[in-house]
């Protein structure tokens, strides 16, 4: 396909690429040292905060194991009132209905799930690059895509309608039960709609869709062949008929259990568990949302270290014949310097953050952080001891 110069812009498809000037690109480099920085402090103050939140999750969670009350149950017993208990049992639940297309599912719960077929952008290389490609790409979004950030602004999106039947809404039950205690919309909320619901032929379509002949989606345009703006809405339910929750019975309701910490709880969880499996299930996803931040931060804080040598290894890319070898010597220098400053930084963050609280923990933490230090140090000095001294120069 033929190329189409578009100002500092090469087209070739679907893909864009634009060329930076060296005068942006080296100042963009001293503007990376400072984005850098600043994601990198941002992250460790992060860091500092997920393992605060997550101790005090732990806290909590054991408070809540100490003084829970198995009901084995769920049925209103007056001297709970007031307590932590684990509840389960049965739902019960009037069918729901989504008011815009009549549609009734035998569930707690029907969700319309709206999706657009639009453009999206996917960037690789950053502003310090020689070049940098956009590749366009037609997808289901069930959220706006802004495209007036498009480098390419001939891939443009066409505004989500705003009628209020091509919104994405969930319909809840307003006489759910579990057993002897009303079940709130909120508390509905926690259990999961993965059900995809027929659409009736019946069903009112607005002008100009259709129903699929699967029955899945109510849409417009053509499902096998898409076109940027086309609509398709499906719709979901769920088949949960057992539950159990933890919370603090007040009469016939599961409000909010208050922890000495502040921390609360009032979850419903599917299918039919004891207490001890329930605050187990909040333990398991504290610890993995806790690891999944703490190596996700760590890693940006990687990243914002290795940007400080960019100014450098721009230089060295502009050198003739070597620069391309030079520049990505430099770059892998920079990411080996940045993780080592970043893994040692956010482990004594962490280390730091868990003395505090948690010293049994923290401080064998701690002792491993210095012991990285020391390696660097002895590394560093080995090194410059090995370096071979400079030759006199033979007398003339």
């Known amino acids: 396909m033929a190329k189409v110069n578009l100002s500092n812009l090469t087209k070739v498809g679907n893909v864009?690429?634009?060329?930076?000037?060296?005068?942006?690109?080296?100042?963009?480099?001293f503007g990376a040292i400072f984005s850098g920085l600043a994601v990198a402090f941002i992250c460790l103050i992060s860091l500092a905060c997920n393992e605060s939140c997550s101790v005090k999750a732990i806290r909590a969670y054991d408070e809540f194991g100490k003084n829970l009350i198995e009901t084995g149950s769920a049925q209103i017993n007056p001297g709970n009132n007031g307590k932590l208990v684990a509840i389960r049992g049965s739902l019960s639940f009037s069918p729901v209905t989504d008011p815009a297309y009549r549609i009734t599912a035998n569930s707690f719960v029907?969700?319309?799930?709206?999706?657009?077929?639009?453009?999206?952008?996917?960037?690789?290389?950053?502003?310090?690059?020689?070049?940098?490609?956009?590749?366009y790409t037609g997808a289901w979004r069930s959220t706006s895509v802004n495209s007036s950030r498009f480098v390419d602004q001939s891939y443009a999106n066409k505004p989500w309608p705003s009628d209020s039947a091509?919104?994405?809404?969930?319909?809840?039950?307003?006489?759910?039960?579990?057993?002897?205690?009303?079940?709130?919309p909120e508390q509905l909320s926690n259990l999961r709609a993965d059900i995809v619901l027929k659409i009736p032929e019946s069903t009112p379509l607005p002008s100009g869709?259709?129903?699929?002949?699967?029955?899945?989606?109510?849409?417009?345009?053509?499902?096998s062949d898409p076109q940027t703006g086309d609509l398709r809405i499906s719709f979901r339910s769920s088949e949960e008929t057992r539950a159990s929750m933890l919370g603090q019975q007040q009469g016939d309701a599961i409000v909010s259990y208050t922890a000495?910490?502040?921390?609360?709880?009032?979850?419903?969880?599917?299918?039919?568990?004891?207490?001890?499996?329930?605050v187990g299930q909040l333990q398991a996803e504290n610890s993995v949302m806790t690891w999944f931040l703490r190596i996700f931060l760590t890693v940006l804080v990687c990243l914002g270290f290795s940007m400080l040598l960019s100014p450098?290894?721009?230089?060295?890319?502009?050198?003739?014949?070597?620069?391309?070898?030079?520049?990505?010597?430099?770059?892998?220098?920079?990411?080996?310097?940045?993780?080592?400053?970043?893994?040692?930084?956010?482990?004594?963050?962490?280390?730091?953050?868990?003395?505090?609280?948690?010293?049994?923990?923290?401080?064998?933490?701690?002792?491993?952080?210095?012991?990285?230090?020391?390696?660097?140090?002895?590394?560093?000095?080995?090194?410059?001891?090995?370096?071979?001294?400079?030759?006199?120069?033979?007398?003339?």
């Open 260 to 278: 000495k910490n502040g921390t609360r709880i009032d979850r419903l969880f599917s299918g039919e568990r004891s207490g001890a499996e329930m």
């Open 312 to 396: 450098v290894k721009l230089l060295l890319s502009i050198i003739p014949f070597l620069g391309k070898y030079l520049g990505k010597a430099t770059k892998a220098i920079a990411q080996v310097i940045g993780t080592i400053v970043g893994v040692t930084l956010s482990l004594l963050v962490i280390a730091i953050s868990w003395i505090a609280v948690r010293p049994l923990v923290g401080i064998p933490l701690l002792l491993i952080v210095a012991g990285l230090i020391v390696l660097l140090n002895r590394y560093k000095k080995s090194k410059i001891d090995n370096a071979p001294e400079p030759q006199p120069e033979p007398a003339a």
């Open 16 to 29: 864009v690429t634009k060329k930076n000037n060296m005068g942006s690109r080296f100042l963009n480099s």
């Open 110 to 135: 029907l969700q319309r799930y709206v999706e657009m077929y639009q453009w999206q952008e996917e960037k690789r290389g950053s502003s310090t690059d020689a070049e940098v490609t956009y590749t």
């Open 166 to 184: 091509f919104q994405n809404g969930s319909v809840y039950a307003d006489d759910a039960k579990l057993g002897d205690f009303r079940i709130t």
């Open 209 to 223: 869709f259709s129903r699929s002949s699967d029955g899945q989606y109510i849409h417009n345009g053509n499902l």
